[in-house]
């Protein structure tokens, strides 16, 4: 396998792994990523990263620690097109928006709505 198809595998797979909800997997497969393939687009990968593990951080009870993610986040994902990597981005990142506003609200990570989340979908 090349490394093309193995940077691909492995970016498929914090996706699926973000979509079932398992973040800090995604957090895994990402970082994997970003430490050892020289990518176009690392700050993007960067800030996937930082999104899974803020919402990692609400089902270990660290809200705080979820604000700081969302606030690191956020800037990083918006400077890319909404479609970036045939993804939907923006989409993404109004969901993030929006978690981020109920974590602001919330004092307890029971209080999360958990269908804010985003499905991170590949567009063909």
Not at 29 to 42: G, K, R
Not at 52 to 80: D, E, Q, R, Y
Not at 97 to 107: C, D, G, R, T
């Amino acid at each position: 396998m090349n490394d093309s198809n193995m940077e691909e595998m492995i970016f498929l797979k914090g996706i699926d792994s973000f979509n079932n909800k398992a973040f800090y997997d995604a957090h895994e497969s990402w970082e994997l990523l970003w430490v050892e393939y020289p990518l176009q687009d690392s700050l993007f990968i960067q800030g996937l990263i930082q999104l899974s593990v803020a919402f990692f951080h609400i089902t270990n009870l660290n809200l705080t620690g979820s604000k700081s993610l969302f606030n690191k986040c956020l800037p990083k994902l918006k400077k890319f097109p909404s479609n970036h990597r045939n993804l939907n981005l923006g989409s993404v990142i109004d969901s993030s928006e929006k978690s981020l506003e109920m974590v602001n609200s919330i004092n307890k990570s029971s209080h999360f709505d958990w269908s804010l989340i985003p499905k991170i979908i590949i567009k063909k």
